[in-house]
């Protein structure tokens, strides 16, 4: 057993925790994470995610309390697609992306918005653009371009309209539209992706909640279609009815906020506190 010095990424107090030699094994250049409860380094909870030279390489603050609808008519993706590591290495994507990068990006995706992730690593570059079009085929549109910061400076001013991650930092947010606070239902999906061990099925079960919002949106689109007059509550009942599964608030407004991003359709406000009652 080892003891690792980590730091709560809300509070910043520092802690120990020990790891067992028997979760390491599965770590080769992926990450182990390690769920944080509550009282352990403080009242928070967090995710540590740990390299297999036992360095601390990101945290995570997710809300757990999040229930994605889980619908069958959903088309599902096979667990077969990406077996060739030359196309996407998912484990080189998982210790390279962290899961702030990552929701972020996916939030960008989901907005709409042109990206630019800056990395000074070119064996990489390949592999990224492989996976993010992987996981948003068949759905929604995407316009990445991955580059140098050598090469970003100098074409900086072609690029005014696009929001631009470097390691941790969103650099560049022209539609402030990257707000951590509102992305609890992009980090609980980040993290599940992270976290599954099964590689295979990780980037599958990424690919799929991508797919399932872009079919509920579409699903809420021709709805509207019949009413335009339509309010948050209407769609809930008509989501709820349609795909017999339990919308949550949480779920909801990550649609409306994708209707509201992505395809430019506002859906009047409902309180939070009436749609808990319903």
Known sequence: MTSIIINCPTCKTKGKIDVHKEQLKDVTRGLLAINIARNIVCEHTFIAYIDKNLNVRDYFVADFQIELPEIASIRKVQHNIL?????????????NLPALTLTYILKAILSKLNIILIS?????????????????????????LIM????????????RNFVVFKDLKVIQN??????????NVEKYIINRFLIEKDLGFSYI???NEIFKAYELS??????????DEVKRFTIKKFLEKEYSVKIGVSYLNFLINILDTYFNIKI???????????
């Not at 579409?218 to 009413?227: M, V």
């Open 83 to 95: 077996q060739n590591k030359e196309i996407v290495d998912i484990d080189l994507i998982k210790l």
């Open 120 to 144: 000074e690593q070119e064996f990489l570059y390949t592999h990224l653009i492989n996976f993010f079009k992987y996981i948003t085929s068949d759905a929604f549109e995407l316009n990445l």
């Open 148 to 159: 140098s910061s050598k090469d970003f400076s100098k074409k900086k001013k072609n690029y």
């Open 174 to 183: 022209p539609k402030n539209i990257l707000n951590l606070k509102k992305l």
């Open 205 to 207: 079960y990424l690919r």
């Open 218 to 227: 579409n699903s809420i689109i021709k709805f509207r279609q019949l009413d």
């Open 268 to 278: 009047p406000s409902t309180s939070v506190s009436f749609l808990k009652l319903i």
